[in-house]
Every structure is written in structure tokens, then in C-alpha cells.
């Protein structure tokens, strides 16, 4: 088990949130809360880039092991890591610490929570960076019975991680298999994938995904074992259980159908992000005007892939801090 990397200036300890516990990353002790929630397969340390650089202009910064990662608990039930808990589980974050107020960033899946924790306590949150995956609205469709349309018999890996027990069962296997393929850039160079045919019965997602030629600039071999690592302790269920609630986060957020996101709103990407699908930044600043009241811009960083803040971390960072300093001014930052 490889030990927690040090990175200066980040403490760690394990709190109560929600009725779980969460371990929590870190830095600075005073100024505004910074909330970091990272997505799928990750760790509090897809951040370690922001956590120390964000600290030292001036806030308070925390990045928890999210539900069923690293050394946060994993509850039993399926049901367990719906969007109910999983925004809870942030709110609870804030109120163990004593702050009745945050910005919260998050990435992959953190920016889904990001944005619902927007639209369900809009009073605790003062400013949302959601990256990755923007937000039009909740969708008239449930979106398992969409992709289920859309794919049919075809490989989707979202509808691979709703069949029971499969997906975790594979990458449990081999942890490092898949990191190391997902973890790279857009222009990374691949050994051709194993498998090809598109149809479900082919197989896995891991012989669809070409073995790597090495490691990208932005990750070491000493992060990629950390982050194996964390996985091996922790193993896949936790982070797959969020795919199977789409349709139960569908059903349970029906309230939320005509609600937009009012708080201040910063949405960052990759330009070949694959989650965007090629959308150019007036199309999905078009998408999420519709909902957020007060959308501050959409930075889509060329030549960036999916995993955005670990790949352009200055940027990033830069865009954040210019993100925080105008609602500062405008009165939009917590007092």
C-alpha cells in the first residue's frame, strides 16, 4: 500500500459527515472555504495542484476522498449514492467545519454534485466552478432509458456500470490497467485497443481502451501508483454505485425541473475534453445560460483533455482565482 503522498502545506483527519466518514485534505486555515470535489476514478489528490496554489492566495481549502473513494466510507446499498446523499455529504462537509458558507469546485462527477448542490442549498454556496460536465437543465427523459436508445446492444460505459457487479468485478482485476489508460491526454500515444467490435458481448472496457506507450508529462509513475493504490484499498463499487443512480436521480429531482442554478457560475473544460463532445464555447455557454442565472464564462483550454486541473494545473488555477476575485468584488464571495 503506497503511503499518502506529502504535499507541503496539506494536513489530512477524517471527519463525520452525514452519517459516514469522510478523510478530508487540507490547506489554509483562514479566509473563504473552497469546497474541491473530485469525479470518477479519482482521488483527493487530483487536486494536489490547487490545494497549496489556492491556499496561498488567501482561502481555506478542502478536498475530500468523496463517498466510496480512498479512505471515505462506502456504504452498502446502491441507493446509498444518489444525489441526495451525495450533495448531504458536502453540506455535511461545511457544517463539521463550522462554515456556513463555500465555493465549491468539482470536476467529472464533482461538478454534477456541484451543480445540484447549487440547485438544492442554494444558501450555502456562494460561487460554483463545475468542470468537465456542464448542465442544461434535468432532462425530460431519464437518461438510462436515452442511452439505452441511443446504443442498444453497442458498448457504452455507463450502461456497462449498471449491470450488477460486472464493471467492478473487472477493474478490480486491474486497477492499474485501467487507470493508466484513462489517465492519459488527447494525443497520447496508444497501443491499438484489443478489442474492437462495438457490440456489448465483445467484452470489457478494458480491451477497448489502448494500452498506453507511457505516461503523459502530467502524471509520474509515482501518481499513477498512488492513485492505484487507493483503488486497491478502496476497490471500484463506491464510484460505479453513482452511475447506477442516474435514473433514481432522475426520478428523485423532479422538483427540480424548472429550477436554475442563481448562484455565480464558472464553467471549465478541456478543449478535446471526449465529455463535451466537441461543443464550442458558445454552444455551451448557450446551454447553460438556460438554467444559471449568472454564468461568468465558459474557458475551454486547447489542447486539454478530460482530466483538466492535472493537465493544465496554471491555467486552471489562474482561471479559478480570476473566477473568485470577481465575485469578490462584486460582493458575490462569502463575508
Not at 177 to 197: F, I, M, N
Not at 309 to 325: G, H, K, M
Amino acid at each position: 500500500m503506497n503511503p499518502t503522498p506529502s504535499v507541503s502545506g496539506v494536513t489530512f483527519r477524517s471527519i463525520e459527515s452525514n452519517g459516514i466518514t469522510m478523510r478530508i485534505a487540507e490547506a489554509g486555515t483562514d479566509g473563504p472555504l473552497l469546497l474541491l470535489a473530485h469525479g470518477w476514478p479519482e482521488s483527493w489528490y487530483s487536486w494536489r495542484h490547487q490545494l497549496v496554489a489556492l491556499a496561498n492566495s488567501g482561502y481555506r481549502i478542502v478536498a475530500p476522498d468523496m463517498r466510496g473513494y480512498g479512505e471515505t466510507e462506502a456504504p452498502t446499498e446502491v441507493e446509498s449514492f444518489d444525489i441526495a446523499h451525495l450533495t448531504a455529504d458536502i453540506v455535511g462537509i461545511l457544517d463539521t467545519l463550522g462554515e456556513e458558507t463555500a465555493v465549491i469546485i468539482g470536476h467529472d462527477w464533482g461538478a454534477i454534485i456541484g451543480w445540484h448542490c447549487a440547485l438544492m442549498y442554494p444558501k450555502r454556496f456562494t460561487g460554483l466552478i463545475a468542470m468537465s460536465v456542464p448542465y442544461g437543465g434535468r432532462p425530460k427523459q431519464s437518461p438510462i432509458s436515452y442511452w439505452n436508445e441511443k446504443f442498444g446492444d453497442q458498448f457504452f460505459y455507463i450502461l456497462y456500470h449498471n449491470e450488477p457487479g460486472v464493471a467492478e468485478a473487472e477493474y478490480d482485476s486491474n486497477p492499474r490497467a485501467l487507470l493508466s489508460r484513462l489517465y492519459l491526454s488527447p494525443h497520447s500515444p496508444r497501443e491499438a485497443p484489443v478489442v474492437t467490435d462495438r457490440r456489448r458481448r465483445a467484452g470489457g472496457w478494458i480491451d477497448r481502451l489502448g494500452a498506453p506507450k507511457g505516461l503523459p508529462d502530467w502524471l509520474s509513475e509515482s501518481d499513477l501508483d498512488y492513485f492505484v493504490s487507493q483503488f486497491e484499498k478502496a476497490d471500484f463499487r463506491g464510484g460505479i454505485n453513482y452511475y447506477r443512480n442516474f435514473h433514481r436521480n432522475w426520478e428523485i429531482t423532479e422538483n427540480l425541473k424548472d429550477a436554475n442554478v442563481t448562484i455565480p457560475t464558472l464553467f471549465i473544460a478541456g478543449e478535446k475534453d471526449l465529455v463535451i463532445a466537441r461543443a464550442t464555447a458558445d454552444k455551451l455557454t448557450q446551454t447553460m445560460s438556460r438554467v444559471t442565472e449568472d454564468l461568468k464564462g465558459v474557458l475551454l483550454i486547447p489542447e486539454i483533455g478530460h482530466w483538466v486541473q492535472q493537465e493544465a494545473p496554471n491555467r486552471t488555477n489562474e482561471a479559478i482565482l480570476e473566477f473568485l476575485r470577481e465575485i469578490q468584488t462584486r460582493g458575490g464571495s462569502q463575508q
